[in-house]
């Protein structure tokens, strides 16, 4: 008596291919987040600059992170990840010229010399602390076009930099984020802005603001080029979440379980909200958590979903889980513009184009993944699939924890 053996029809053995496809790119997602050489969350260098105009000069305050300062110059000879004082005496020199060479004013397409250096000093705050320089350039006229352009890191594909500028004419402030292929600032300086600045010393600037006219304030931020305002902070927000590897590992956490699109659509929702109160808070300055709290609490997100992950075959009210750690989120999201001093006039849009900015790229994340997903569900082994997904997101969400609580 012969038994028929079952035959795989070509379309059952295309799906099952279709499959392995799929779950191989999930485990690949996860992988590919511990490719970089530190596996840090947010590895930013960071400077902050501020123009400010005169009639008399034009000064140029540049700040910038101690390890940045340490990478470019390797002046930390003990590598022990600071500068003690001799190794920055040493290096003073060095990193002067660095930035000379990489950020660069122009006058009229004419690159400007530094008159004088005011002050280089490195302001010992533990991990925070920063490189602190203050030069003067020559002063501006009256309808002259203006440049700053930011070539630091520029050809350094492993750094994430970027640069916070904050320039002050007048009654007037105008902010950019120079990042990514985003390198330079421009502006023309109107007849009827150049009025409105001070005559001598920048602390004298405010002085003038009672005699500057609101409407010849506005026409001069009319005349500044618009790629270099909400564009670019479009553009941060953007690079901000796709180098943020651990709010894209706790987005593909919460994503891989097994749940219907209604509940897809509450997580991304809760998230969304979420995350958007705290940004906004925390950059508005009416909330303030310490980072030490808020980047453990952000690898503890991730570890929590995978664990639920593993030992939840269904998981429900998910979007109250990730409504609460998208607060936390938020908070992580802010930290690169808190130390930013954005005027009030610039805040609601350059703060809504950096949302948006990180918006686009989870929708267009959730987009991709959701019909993925939806292959995945119908595997045989999709559950033994999200349990590997989500156990190497446990291991390197523990990473990370545990490198944020002893660092």
Not at 12 to 31: A, D, E, K, Y
Not at 187 to 196: D, F, I, K
Not at 334 to 339: M, R, V
């Given at each position: 008596?012969?038994?028929?053996?079952?035959?795989?029809?070509?379309?059952?053995?295309?799906?099952?291919?279709?499959?392995?496809?799929?779950?191989?790119?999930?485990?690949?997602?996860?992988?590919?987040f511990t490719n970089t050489q530190t596996v840090q969350a947010h590895a930013y260098s960071a400077s902050y600059t501020t123009l400010q105009f005169t009639k008399a000069q034009t000064e140029m305050t540049y700040v910038i992170d101690e390890l940045s300062v340490i990478e470019l110059t390797e002046g930390d000879d003990n590598k022990n990840g600071m500068l003690d004082a001799e190794e920055f005496k040493a290096v003073q020199s060095r990193i002067e010229s660095v930035i000379k060479e990489n950020v660069i004013l122009k006058i009229n397409g004419e690159p400007q010399t530094w008159l004088r250096v005011n002050q280089i000093t490195l302001n010992r705050l533990g991990e925070a602390t920063q490189l602190v320089l203050s030069v003067t350039f020559p002063a501006v006229s009256a309808s002259q076009a203006i440049t700053l352009t930011d070539h630091l890191y520029e050809n350094d594909p492993k750094t994430n930099y970027v640069n916070l500028l904050t320039i002050n004419y007048g009654a007037q402030k105008s902010t950019s984020a120079l990042s990514g292929k985003n390198r330079m600032w421009s502006?023309?300086?109107?007849?009827?802005?150049?009025?409105?600045l001070s005559s001598d010393n920048p602390k004298t600037q405010e002085a003038s603001q009672a005699e500057t006219d609101p409407q010849s304030q506005n026409t001069a931020m009319n005349e500044t080029d618009m790629t270099t305002g909400w564009l670019s902070f479009f553009k941060l927000g953007i690079n901000h979440i796709l180098t943020g590897y651990d709010h894209l590992l706790f987005l593909l956490a919460l994503l891989i379980a097994r749940q219907s699109f209604k509940k897809f659509a509450g997580v991304i929702t809760a998230f969304t909200i979420a995350h958007s109160l705290t940004l906004t808070l925390s950059v508005v300055g009416w909330l303030h958590v310490s980072p030490q709290i808020v980047e453990p609490a952000i690898a503890f997100s991730i570890c929590y979903v995978a664990l639920e992950n593993i030992f939840r075959k269904d998981v429900n009210n998910r979007w109250i889980l990730t409504f609460l750690f998208g607060l936390i989120h938020g908070m992580g999201f802010?930290?690169?513009?808190?130390?930013m001093n954005i005027p009030t006039s610039e805040l609601a849009i350059d703060l809504a184009s950096f949302n948006i900015g990180i918006e686009v790229v989870q929708l267009l994340i959730v987009v991709i993944c959701l019909p993925l997903l939806a292959q995945l569900q119908q595997w045989n082994h999709s559950r033994r699939a999200v349990i590997a997904v989500s156990s190497l997101a446990f291991i390197l969400g523990g990473f990370w924890l545990a490198e944020r609580i002893l660092t």
């Open positions: 008596m012969y038994r028929l053996k079952a035959v795989s029809t070509p379309t059952s053995w295309l799906h099952r291919r279709l499959h392995m496809v799929w779950c191989l790119i999930l485990v690949c997602c996860v992988l590919s502006m023309m300086l109107s007849e009827s802005a150049y009025a409105g802010a930290d690169i513009l808190q130390e």
